[in-house]
């Protein structure tokens, strides 16, 4: 993984899908949260990831893709070599207005 790896290092997206491609380094990882409105796909490039779903590890490495459902707890932390991988899901709709 390169010295600055911390986050989103390529991103593109079209009308029905939004990917990432994100690296960290080993210990490192986003912050447990939930995507309460879309399922995610993750696919490891290099390196490893320990991906916790519902409190449950996952152990992925380069090669290994899965799909976490929408409303499910995550957390992801790099392995000792660090990580990229790529995130893909189904693109939000725009902001919206709403009258009170």
Not at 28 to 50: F, K
Not at 84 to 99: D, F, M
Request: charged residues 25%.
């Amino acid at each position: 993984m390169t010295p600055s790896a911390g986050g989103p290092v390529w991103g593109a997206a079209s009308a029905a899908l939004n990917a990432t491609v994100l690296e960290w380094r080993a210990g490192e990882g986003p912050a447990e949260h939930v995507n309460e409105e879309r399922d995610v796909l993750y696919a490891v490039l290099a390196g490893s990831v320990t991906l916790t779903v519902d409190g449950e590890p996952r152990e992925l490495v380069a090669g290994d893709p899965t799909i976490v459902d929408k409303g499910a707890r995550r957390a992801l932390v790099a392995g000792p070599d660090g990580a990229r991988y790529l995130t893909a899901h189904v693109r939000r709709g725009g902001l919206e207005i709403k009258r009170l």
